[in-house]
C-alpha cells in the first residue's frame, strides 16, 4: 500500500500540496543537486510534461489526479539543497510532470517553512527562507507582525527577454506573441488581440488558445534557455488584459495556461516576474513602481524589478488542511484518473 503524507497550502488562490521527502514516505530521488533530481524525476527520455512511469511518479500522479487531487492541483517534493547556502530544495510538479520554476509554491514553501519551525522567524520582521529550485536559487521573504505570518515576498533567478511580437497563428487569428525566461519560459499576448477577454465566462477560449500558441512555439529559438534542454520550452502562456493604472504603476489581470491546459488560479508568480522584465522593456515600469497582477479568480500579487533583472513578487499564502494519502493495492483506479 502506498502511504503519503502532505501539508496544503494555497497562494492567492493556488494549490500547492508539499511533500517532504525525508518524512513523507516516498521513494528516493537520486541526485547531487536540486535539478539533477529533476532529471531523475522525469526519468530518461521523459520531458517536463511526459515524464517517464516510475515510482516516485506514481506518487506524484496520485497526489494531482481525482480522487486525491484534481486537474488545477500543484506540489512539490521538499528535498536536500544543493549546498548549505540553502535551507532545503523542491522539485515542482502539477497535473502533467514538473516544472522548473514556481512563483506560488515557493511563496507556500517559505510560510510552511516559518509556521512548521524549519526556518526561525520572529514575530515582527521578515524571515528569508532559501530555496533550491531547478533553476536556480530563490528566497521567499515571510513578512511578520505580532507573532503572525502577514505576506511573503518571492525574489526570482533574473529574468530576460528573449523575443517580441512574434506572430503566432491560432483558431482565433493571428497573434503577436512576446517571450520571456525567468526560472521558465513563457509567452505572453495580449487577449484581445485574440478577441477574448480575461473572465472566467473566456476560460474555454483561453485555454484553447494558451494550448495552440505553446505548441506552435515548440521548436522557436527563443524558447530555448543556455543551461540546455531542462530550461528550455514555453512553460506557459500568459493571456492578459490592461486594467486601469494605479498611483504605483500599471494594472493587468491575466490568466496562465501552462503545460497541458492546466489554469493558474493565482497570478502566476514565475509568470508575473517575466511580465515585469516586459513591462520594463516598454518602459512601463520604472524604479519604485510596482504592477498590481490580478489572476482570474480576482486574486492579487504586486511585482516590482530590481537591478539585473532581479525581481520580486508579494502576495499571501494559507494553510489548507494536513493528509495522509492512501492508494490500496486492489483498488482497481490505482493511483487516480483525470478528466
Request: aromatic fraction near 6%; charged fraction near 20%.
Amino acid at each position: 500500500m502506498i502511504t503519503v503524507r502532505t501539508t496544503d497550502y494555497h497562494t492567492a488562490g493556488e494549490p500547492f500540496r508539499i511533500v517532504d521527502a525525508a518524512t513523507a514516505g516516498i521513494p528516493p530521488i537520486p541526485g547531487d543537486t536540486v535539478a539533477e533530481r529533476c532529471a531523475t524525476a522525469i526519468g530518461p527520455g521523459g520531458s517536463g510534461t511526459a515524464p517517464r512511469r516510475g515510482a516516485l511518479d506514481d506518487v506524484r500522479r496520485m497526489l494531482v489526479r481525482e480522487p486525491r487531487g484534481h486537474a488545477g492541483m500543484y506540489g512539490g517534493f521538499v528535498v536536500p539543497p544543493d549546498d548549505d547556502g540553502a535551507h532545503f530544495g523542491v522539485l515542482f510538479w502539477h497535473k502533467d510532470g514538473y516544472s522548473t520554476a514556481c512563483g506560488h509554491g515557493t511563496m507556500a514553501l517559505g510560510v510552511w517553512a516559518v509556521e512548521t519551525g524549519r526556518v526561525a522567524a520572529p514575530d515582527d520582521g521578515d524571515a528569508h527562507v532559501r530555496i533550491d529550485v531547478p533553476s536556480g536559487r530563490v528566497t521567499a521573504t515571510v513578512h511578520r507582525d505580532a507573532g503572525r505570518t502577514t505576506g511573503v515576498t518571492f525574489r526570482n533567478v533574473p529574468a530576460r527577454v528573449a523575443a517580441r511580437k512574434v506572430p503566432v497563428a491560432t483558431t482565433l487569428g493571428m497573434a503577436e506573441v512576446d517571450i520571456a525566461h525567468a526560472g521558465a519560459c513563457y509567452a505572453s499576448v495580449a487577449a484581445r488581440d485574440l478577441g477574448l477577454d480575461v473572465s472566467r465566462a473566456a476560460l474555454p477560449g483561453l485555454v484553447r488558445a494558451g494550448q495552440e500558441i505553446r505548441a506552435a512555439l515548440a521548436a522557436h529559438p527563443a524558447t530555448w534557455h543556455p543551461d540546455g534542454p531542462l530550461l528550455s520550452g514555453v512553460y506557459g502562456v500568459i493571456l492578459h488584459e490592461e486594467l486601469p493604472g494605479t498611483p504605483f504603476g500599471p494594472h493587468q489581470r491575466n490568466v496562465t495556461v501552462f503545460a497541458d491546459g492546466q489554469i493558474d488560479r493565482s497570478p502566476c508568480g514565475s509568470g508575473t516576474s517575466t511580465r515585469l522584465a516586459l513591462l520594463a522593456e516598454d518602459g512601463r515600469l520604472g524604479p519604485g513602481e510596482d504592477l498590481l497582477h490580478e489572476s482570474v479568480t480576482g486574486t492579487v500579487f504586486t511585482g516590482r524589478i530590481l537591478a539585473g533583472g532581479v525581481t520580486e513578487v508579494t502576495g499571501t499564502a494559507y494553510r489548507t488542511g494536513e493528509h495522509t494519502f492512501t492508494v490500496d493495492p486492489y483498488d482497481p483506479l490505482g493511483t487516480g484518473f483525470a478528466l
